[in-house]
T-cell receptor, first 114, second 116 residues
Framework: GNSVTQMEGPVTLSEEAFLTINCTYT??????LFWYVQYPGEGLQLLLK?????DKGSNKGFEATYRKETTSFHLEKGSVQVSDSAVYFC?????????????FGQGTRLTINP | EPEVTQTPSHQVTQMGQEVILRCVPI?????FYWYRQILGQKVEFLVS????????KSEIFDDQFSVERPDGSNFTLKIRSTKLEDSAMYFC??????????????FGPGTRLTVL
């Protein structure tokens, strides 16, 4: 079945540091890929998405590129801020298998220190 | 900006009791979902609902679970006889439609269910 694997957390960085959170996936079809973010006390919010190979999703300074050859969708940001502290979830939606459900990674807790 | 709301934010119940978790999806959305996250584990899909019926469910969603859209605004998850292992954060989500295979789901803040 489909699955998503994220790098283990927690991740702690200083403000203005470069961020990478790794995400790899297994899917039988051609999935859409997503990054969701959960700020303290809030629900999951869509951060960015990509629907086909080589697409780059971007939002709020975050980027992720859909790499079919490495089955990856790593999240990056050039200069993180304290307000980026949150839990980040990588997810996929596979139109071949279970078109409607999202399959999530385990989440990565990010803490940014001033 | 429209958002998905969930009530209560925290529910504590005794094992064997019935609980109903409530959600109000975004008003013009057509697809509704429940997910859960056991502490320290992944967010897991439970069920999707469209056109007043279940369209997909996971193996977790057994006979103890049911969903309902009792009126035009609410979407509920009922657990008939709770077990200790049902303790988790339950998330409701909704989406407008599948556009070119993209299913962008909007999530509520979650209900934390604690079964004692």
């Amino acid at each position: 079945g489909n699955s998503v694997t994220q790098m283990e957390g927690p991740v702690t960085l200083s403000e203005e540091a470069f961020l990478t959170i790794n995400c790899t996936y297994t899917a039988t079809g051609y999935p859409s890929l997503f990054w969701y973010v959960q700020y303290p006390g809030e629900g999951l919010q869509l951060l960015l998405k990509a629907t086909k190979a080589d697409d780059k999703g971007s939002n709020k300074g975050f980027e992720a590129t859909y790499r079919k050859e490495t089955t990856s969708f790593h999240l990056e940001k050039g200069s993180v801020q304290v307000s980026d502290s949150a839990v980040y979830f990588c997810a996929l939606s596979d139109p071949i298998q279970g078109a409607q459900k999202l399959v999530f990674g385990q989440g990565t807790r990010l803490t940014i220190n001033p | 900006e429209p958002e998905v709301t969930q009530t209560p934010s925290h529910q504590v119940t005794q094992m064997g009791q019935e609980v109903i978790l409530r959600c109000v999806p975004i008003s013009n959305h057509l697809y509704f979902y429940w997910y859960r996250q056991i502490l320290g584990q992944k967010v897991e899909f439970l069920v999707s609902f469209y056109n007043n019926e279940i369209s997909e469910k996971s193996e977790i969603f057994d006979d103890q679970f049911s969903v309902e859209r009792p009126d035009g605004s609410n979407f509920t998850l009922k657990i008939r006889s709770t077990k200790l292992e049902d303790s988790a954060m339950y998330f409701c989500a909704s989406s407008h439609a599948m556009l070119a295979g993209i299913n962008e789901q909007f999530f509520g803040p979650g209900t934390r269910l604690t079964v004692l």
